[in-house]
C-alpha cells in the first residue's frame, strides 16, 4: 500500500461507508422503517398518488393541489413517442428481454433530445420527467410489439399506473387495480444508496448526461440480487408448484448454499416495511380473485425461512410480495423488473439532481493486491 493510501480503509461490497447526504429517503434497518423526505411510506402508501410523491422526492415538499395538477398534466403530455421511437421499438427483436430492451430505448431518447448536455437544473428536471413519462410507453409499446400485438397510443387522461395497464393491455384497468399498480410505484419509488441509485450517482458525478445517469442505472437494477429478485421469486414459486413442496425446496435451497429469492436485504435487518404493505395487498387481491395458493405457498416459505434464518435479520424484502401483486395483476413475469424501474426513475434522478448540487467526482481506490517490479518477457521468448 502507498504512504497516500496508509490512512484509507478496505470495504467492500461498501457496506460500512457512507457516501454522501441526502435528505431524500431515511432508512432504518433495525426498525424496518422507511420514508421519504421525512412522510412515513406507510402514509404514503395509503393517501398519495405516484406523481406526488415524485413531486415530492423531486421538489422536496409535497404540491399545493395546482401544483400537482400542472406536473401531471407535463408528465401526461409526454406520454407519447415521436415516429421514430415507435419505429425503434418495432424493429426490436422480439426474443430480447423486455430489460434490455428498456435500457436500449431509455438511451435512445437521448438521441432526439437537442438539450441532452445542457447540464442546467432545469434541463435536468425536464429530462428527468421526460422519462418519467416515456418509460411506461417504452415498456408497454415493447411488449405488445414482442407478443405481435398492435401498438397502443398512451391515454394523455390518466394517471401514469392507469395508463400503464391500458397500454399493456388495450382495455382500462378497473380502479382497484389501477390503485393497486399506483402503490407499488410509489412504494418502489426510492430507497436511500442502493445498487442502482449509485450507480446513477457515479455516472452523473462525472458531469456526464441524465439520460446516461438512468440507462446506467437500469443495467444495474437487473441483476439477480437487486431488481431482478422479483422476477426470481415468480419462477422459484412456479418451481414450487405446491404448498407441499415447499418446505423440501427450501431445506434444499439451503444445502446446496443456495438464496432464497425475496428474502434479505443490505441495510433491514427487520421485516422490510415495504413488504409488510404488499403482503396485505397480496392477500386481499388473493382472496378478490379467488387464487390463493400463491400467497399460501409464500406465507409458508416465510415461515421456514423465518425458522431456519429469522436470527440473522433475514426477512422478506419489497420483491417477495410484489411478484405475487403484480402477477395477480396479470402481468408477465420479465416485465417486473421494467415495472421497477418505470418507478426508481423518480429515486434515480432525484439523487442526481440532489448530488449535482454539491457535486464531486465518485473515484474510489483499489487496494492493489498483484505482483511488483515483473521482468517483460519479448513475446517471443514467452
Ligand atoms: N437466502 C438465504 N440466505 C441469505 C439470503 C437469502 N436470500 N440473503 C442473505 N443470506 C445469508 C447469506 O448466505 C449470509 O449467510 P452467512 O453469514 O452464513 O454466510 C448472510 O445472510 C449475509 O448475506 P450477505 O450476502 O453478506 O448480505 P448482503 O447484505 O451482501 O446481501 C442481498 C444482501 C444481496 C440482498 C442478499 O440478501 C440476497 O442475495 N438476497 C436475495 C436476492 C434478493 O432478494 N435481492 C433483492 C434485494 S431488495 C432490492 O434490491 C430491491
Known amino acids: 500500500m502507498s504512504n497516500a493510501m496508509q490512512d484509507m480503509h478496505i470495504d467492500i461490497g461498501l457496506v460500512n461507508t457512507i457516501v454522501a447526504r441526502s435528505s431524500l429517503s431515511f432508512i432504518n434497518g433495525e426498525e424496518g422503517i422507511l420514508e421519504y423526505v421525512g412522510y412515513d411510506i406507510d402514509d404514503l402508501a395509503r393517501q398519495s398518488t405516484f406523481e406526488e410523491t415524485t413531486f415530492l422526492l423531486w421538489n422536496r415538499r409535497l404540491p399545493s393541489g395546482n401544483e400537482l395538477s400542472d406536473f401531471a398534466n407535463q408528465i401526461s403530455s409526454n406520454y407519447d413517442l415521436s415516429e421514430s421511437m415507435w419505429d425503434m421499438i418495432v424493429s426490436l427483436p422480439r426474443d430480447a428481454s423486455p430489460m434490455h430492451a428498456l435500457r436500449t430505448l431509455t438511451s435512445a431518447l437521448s438521441l432526439e433530445d437537442p438539450g441532452v448536455d445542457d447540464p442546467s437544473e432545469e ?16 415498456i408497454a409499446g415493447f411488449d405488445r410489439h414482442r407478443k405481435g400485438l398492435d401498438l397502443v397510443r398512451p391515454d394523455t387522461t390518466a394517471t ?5 395497464l391500458y397500454m399493456l393491455t388495450g382495455e382500462k384497468p378497473t380502479e382497484r387495480m389501477a390503485r393497486a399498480m399506483d402503490i407499488c410505484l410509489i412504494l418502489h419509488a426510492d430507497h436511500g444508496f442502493n445498487a442502482s441509485t449509485f450507480a446513477s450517482l457515479v455516472t452523473i ?3 456526464s448526461d441524465m439520460y446516461s445517469a438512468v440507462t446506467t442505472a437500469i443495467g444495474t437494477l437487473k441483476g439477480p440480487l437487486h431488481g431482478g429478485a422479483n422476477q426470481g421469486v415468480m419462477y422459484m414459486l412456479q418451481e ?10 427450501v431445506l434444499d435451497k439451503f444445502s446446496n448454499k443456495e438464496r432464497i429469492m425475496g428474502f434479505g436485504h443490505r441495510v433491514y435487518k427487520a421485516y422490510d416495511p415495504r413488504a409488510t404493505y404488499l403482503k396485505t395487498f397480496a392477500k386481499g387481491i388473493a382472496q378478490d380473485t379467488g387464487n390463493t395458493s400463491l400467497f399460501e405457498m ?19 424484502n419489497v420483491d417477495f410480495y410484489s411478484a405475487t401483486t403484480y402477477f395477480s395483476l396479470g402481468i408477465d413475469l420479465d416485465l417486473f423488473t421494467p415495472m421497477f424501474a418505470m418507478s426508481r426513475v423518480s429515486g434515480w434522478t432525484a439523487h442526481c439532481l440532489e448530488y449535482l448540487q454539491e457535486n464531486r467526482l465518485i473515484r474510489p481506490r483499489c487496494d492493489y493486491v498483484g505482483p511488483h517490479k515483473q521482468e517483460y518477457v519479448s513475446i517471443s521468448q514467452r
Open 205 to 207: 458525478s462525472t458531469l
Open 160 to 164: 401514469i399506473a392507469d395508463n400503464f
Open 123 to 138: 434541463a435536468n428536471l425536464r429530462k428527468s420527467l421526460v422519462m418519467l413519462a416515456k418509460m411506461p410507453t417504452l
Open 240 to 249: 414450487i408448484e405446491s404448498i407441499d413442496a415447499v418446505e423440501e425446496y
Open 298 to 316: 409464500s406465507q409458508k416459505i416465510e415461515e421456514i425461512m423465518d425458522r431456519e434464518v429469522g436470527a440473522k435479520g433475514i426477512y422478506p
